[in-house]
């Protein structure tokens, strides 16, 4: 049986980064990438790259921080949207670059992970590849298949004689035809990804008629890639520091101006300032994509406060004006339910019958690693989402749940008004047209992630073998950032240099000083899996770590972990002002390096 020092699962944004990081600092060891699809990418994968799919951050903010995407080599220019084709080809040549581009095996999905004992731990992988059905052994293991790589998509009543093509936005690619012949399509669902599709079809003039369901969190927040009276880019304002202060986060004395984050969290003045930031940050939104100015662009205002909305929370990022399109009429919005399907024909549940040539729906992800852990009990002890015990539960007791929810209120008193975001919310699966044989599903009662630092198994045993690492199981604005502070850390954990007051070691070394010990990371695990259900009730905060301007902080938690410096800007004004970027963390690779050999 093959032994390798490192399986990655998953060639998408996060599992390059990480084998590359590890293979950078550990030149000698041996790696291989795992992938279901027929090429790199994850979302930018060949197989997914529908025509007119664009990224939602502008040129410089969607990039590794050591491998800058020059306008020479990309074409992409200051101020634009990145095409997917565009990504495909830079994470191409980041793999080539980094000398990793060989040691991806294509159309290899992993089944089974099996843990094997023994103080050095290690697993063993049965993996499918074609027809064949093999073992592979893998001293360290990075799960990085993220929570878009399974869709859902559930079965409606009377499917079975539609017809016409029913698929998820997932497989757009697959039917990219019918933007050729239909005539008219339906567009179900109100995420971002419902938007792009709805503007795939009516920017080639083909009728969309678009259903969001009256029982569900209604339209995602879209902004302009510019805001404010001043014109800010988007997704820079999520990354300056002053600006993070008003978003109440448990990890956000990381940045260590907790004195700051107090006042506006923890006084009665400080809570209606930050009240105050958030009216005005969407209000400025709805102002200018002018809702109000049509009856049918007026379904498109969201329905949730745009503080409790995560990543989500997304940017217009098309070539033309989708709300012209709704205003002539070439975009219909049905703020309803489905009822049933027909022969070519959608119903809805106030008697309106679509007629439609295909059915898109953008019915979310099947968000747990699409891999069996074993021995059986493994995923819970490994921290992740899995059917919640009351006798052998290892993080999420009832006990730990209510000391984390008492203290996130404590600190956070606004948490307490939790908003209302529709009054005749139902989960999906409790329209009554839809329904799923699929055993894991939207309705599956599981618990959230329950990872150190969105990343480790808490638990006693596998700090002691650190032998898996999960890269890239969460959702947020400044993926990039995220990226490459979550792989050197990766590197670091599964090495065991992290310092002692980041997590105990896994083995004994001299003068550590102060050391976090196993209990005290239990609770911490706990305690930031559940402040996402309280933050974050209209995204996906209950579930995984899903935020938008707490990722500075997060990124800052990572930096400091490893005992590199948080602060990279020249003095205290900067610091606060001026937004915080990939270009911040060219080096941070080498800074590890470095830092390591010192100790």
Same mark, same amino acid.
């Given at each position: 049986m093959e032994t390798l020092d490192l399986i990655v699962v998953g060639a998408g944004l996060s599992g390059l980064a990480a084998a590359k990081t590890y293979h950078q600092l550990n030149p000698s060891k041996t790696v291989a990438i795992l992938d279901v699809s027929l090429s790199l990418g +994850? /979302?930018? #994968?060949?197989?997914? =790259?529908?025509? +007119?799919l664009r990224t939602n951050n502008l040129l410089g903010t969607y990039e590794y921080a050591d491998f800058p995407m020059d306008t020479e080599t990309f074409g992409v220019k200051t101020g634009e949207f990145i095409p997917g084709e565009v990504m495909h080809k830079y994470l191409t040549k980041y793999a080539e670059k980094f000398d990793i581009l060989d040691k991806i095996r294509y159309q290899t999905k992993v089944l089974t992970a099996e843990h094997q004992d023994g103080p050095e731990g290690g697993w063993i992988l049965t993996v499918e590849s074609g027809s064949s059905v093999g073992k592979i052994a893998a001293k360290k293991l990075i799960v990085a298949t993220g929570l878009t790589s399974e869709p859902f998509l559930p079965h409606f009543e009377g499917q079975e004689e539609f017809v016409a093509p029913l698929f998820h936005g997932k497989d757009f690619l697959k039917h990219a035809d019918t933007l050729d012949s239909a005539k008219t399509v339906t567009v179900f669902g109100g995420t971002k990804s419902a938007?792009? #599709?709805?503007?795939?079809?009516?920017?080639? *003039?083909?009728?969309?008629?678009? /259903? @969001?369901?009256?029982? *569900?969190?209604?339209?995602?927040?879209?902004?302009? #890639?510019?805001?404010?009276? =001043?014109?800010?880019?988007l997704?820079? =304002? #999520?990354?300056?520091?002053?600006l993070t202060w008003f978003s109440p986060c448990v990890w956000g004395d990381a940045d260590g101006y907790t004195g700051m984050r107090n006042f506006y969290h923890g006084t009665a003045v400080g809570r209606a300032i930050t009240n105050t930031f958030w009216s005005i940050l969407g209000g400025d939104v709805i102002t200018l994509n002018n809702y109000a100015a049509h009856p049918e662009t007026a379904k498109l205002k969201p329905w949730s406060e745009p503080m409790f909305v995560a990543s989500s929370f997304s940017i217009l990022n098309f070539p033309t004006n989708i709300f012209d399109l709704v205003r002539d009429g070439t975009?219909?919005?049905h703020i309803a339910d489905i009822t049933r399907l027909s022969p070519n024909t959608v119903h809805l549940n106030d008697g309106t019958k679509l007629t439609s040539d295909a =059915?898109?729906?953008?019915? *979310?992800?099947?968000?747990?690693?699409? @891999?069996k852990f074993l021995p059986e009990g493994t995923d819970a002890e490994l921290g992740l989402p899995h059917t919640p015990t009351h006798t052998s539960e290892p993080y999420w007791t009832p006990d730990a749940v209510k000391k984390a929810d008492d203290e996130i209120l404590a600190r956070f008193p606004r948490l307490k008004d939790q908003p209302v975001q529709n009054k005749n919310l139902k989960p999906l699966l409790e329209t009554a047209a839809l329904s799923t044989t699929d055993k894991i599903n939207p309705s599956t009662p599981l618990t959230p992630y329950t990872l150190y630092h969105f990343i480790a198994p808490p638990s006693a045993r596998f700090n002691q073998t650190r032998d898996i690492a999960f890269a890239g199981f969460l959702m947020c604005f400044h993926t990039a950032t995220v990226v490459q502070a979550q792989s050197v850390w990766i590197s670091a954990y599964l090495s065991d240099k992290l310092p002692a007051k980041t997590l105990p070691p896994a083995k004994p070394r001299k003068g550590v000083g102060e050391t976090k010990t196993i209990e005290d990371l239990q609770w911490e695990t706990v305690l930031y899996s559940r402040f996402g259900k309280w933050r974050y009730p209209a995204g996906h905060g209950s579930q995984f770590p899903d935020f938008v301007f707490d990722a500075q902080p997060y990124v800052d938690l990572l930096i400091g972990d490893m005992g590199l410096k948080v602060h990279r800007k020249s003095g205290w004004l900067a610091e606060a002002t001026e937004p915080y970027g990939v270009e911040d963390y060219r080096d941070l690779v080498a800074e590890f390096e470095e830092s390591s050999r010192v100790e």
């Open positions: +994850g /979302v930018w #994968a060949k197989h997914r =790259l529908y025509p +007119g938007w792009d #599709a709805v503007y795939a079809y009516a920017s080639k *003039g083909i009728k969309v008629d678009w /259903v @969001i369901r009256e029982t *569900g969190h209604g339209p995602a927040w879209n902004a302009p #890639a510019f805001v404010t009276p =001043l014109k800010k880019q997704e820079k =304002l #999520a990354h300056t520091r002053m975009i219909s919005v =059915l898109i729906c953008v019915t *979310g992800w099947k968000h747990v690693p699409p @891999i």
